[in-house]
């Protein structure tokens, strides 16, 4: 076919696509998307193309799944086609989305929504990130009526925080996240401790000792066992990114209370990545008093096991022998 003929066939599929409610030709439409918008040019995808985009917030969460499968590719072809390109991803591509995170409905809609959202700041200039997504996040992180909003919030902080630079992390993202481990609903406090490295590695070395370490401290306490085991699934890598006398002073204190945890999921989690963070640190943090207290640990739980035998002494065991 020409490129008229092409033209000609795009536009009866359009038409198709507005007065047909059927979602399994929607979906195939939006799966042919980028050639679609390919073959007839630029001028002719914002004219025919993108009106079905903008509106795509209120198609059933069927047809919302395969745009949000499909727009990685859709984003980079506008992308290639310079400042015009880059303000449809930024005036319209971007609220599409923030329509379609305040429904909330679908888990799947959600999860591939987020990973729209990162996928766009990457092409997002970085004077403009802040105004342009971090906004969307922030009034998820402030919406006090509904805690699942806030536990998305967390995510995508932390799924944004490596690309949006450390000046927006530590303005904005660090004081959230502080708050976020007082939050009334253990399911953000769950959220934040889930959801913490990339904002670790994306601040400073002063803004981490001082911020953001003491977040991890409190989670380390939390009044609920699903938020300390969440935090001491964590600790090699916040452990990777401390020097040795925060080590010795902290984190090794944070790793005692794991293992004596009156939850037992708690305890367990603890001796799983025991050999992790002994792996992970340095040459001259493998002080004498690190090593003791490792052997310590082993020898504690071989020594209590023939006499405290239990079901979660097994699994304890286990790991103990795993990483001895």
Known sequence: MNNKEILQLVKSRVQSYINDGDITFKSLFLDSLLYYATEIGFESTVDLLLPLIIKISEEK????????????????????????????????????????????????????????????TRYIKEEEKGYHILTIVIVMAHDDSDEESRVLAAKLFNQLALIIGRELCELYVVPQIASFADDPHSKVRKAVAGNFLNMCMSVSEASFKTKLLPVYQKLSKDSLWIVRKAATEILPKITSLCDSETISTTLLEIFRNFTNDNQKYVRIAAIEVLGHFIALLKREDLSE????????????????????????DVSIDLYIKYFK
């Open 289 to 312: 008093s690190i090593l003791e207290f490792y052997i310590n640990i082993v020898d504690e739980f071989y020594g209590n096991k023939d006499s405290n035998t239990n079901e979660s």
């Open 61 to 120: 969460d069927t047809v919302k799944i395969k745009f949000l499968q499909n727009i990685k590719q859709f984003l980079h072809y506008l992308n290639k086609n310079g400042e015009e390109g880059y303000k449809i991803i930024r005036d319209q591509i971007i609220p599409v989305l923030s329509e379609i995170f305040h429904e909330k409905k679908n888990l799947k809609v959600i999860d591939l929504c987020c990973d729209a959202l990162v996928e766009i």
